[in-house]
């Protein structure tokens, strides 16, 4: 029986590149660097307030990274999705997508190095 999520892998060609876009960009803390058995180089972070870490994984002998459209994609909450956006754009990462809103709040997406799709969203205080 599975007891909870711990860690979702992305695989990725430049590590460095993506690794600082998680943190520089987003906000999430590096927990831990290593190399797996296999010689994969792994990177884990973490969003505040979050358990479940996100595993960027470099391992050339895999051979290309091919991300396909809506494949697959995180979502973040965020406190302010203008002020994040603004940030963000001026790391040169606009928003790809939004903002929008939704039954809870706003929602936007911005794409990260290398084709994955990270939803943002600004929940609606609760009144």
């Known amino acids: 029986m599975v007891k909870k999520l711990l860690h979702t892998r992305y695989r990725v060609h430049d590590l460095e590149k993506t690794v600082s876009f998680y943190r520089d ?6 927990v ?15 969003a505040p307030g979050s358990d479940e ?28 999705l203008e002020k994040f956006a603004k ?10 997508d939004g903002p929008h809103s ?6 936007a997406f911005i794409d ?3 084709g994955y799709e990270i939803e943002l969203i600004d929940r609606a205080p609760k009144s």
């Open 25 to 30: 960009v987003l906000g999430l803390k590096e």
């Open 112 to 114: 990260a190095p290398e």
């Open 102 to 107: 939704s039954g809870t709040g706003k929602i």
């Open 87 to 96: 940030e963000a754009a001026a790391k040169g990462y606009p928003l790809s």
């Open 53 to 80: 870490e996100v595993e960027i994984c470099k391992f050339d002998e895999s051979g290309p990274v091919m991300v396909g459209p809506d494949l697959t994609h995180l979502a973040f909450e965020v406190d302010d």
């Open 32 to 46: 831990r660097r290593q190399t797996s058995g296999r010689g994969s180089q792994l990177v884990f972070l973490k």
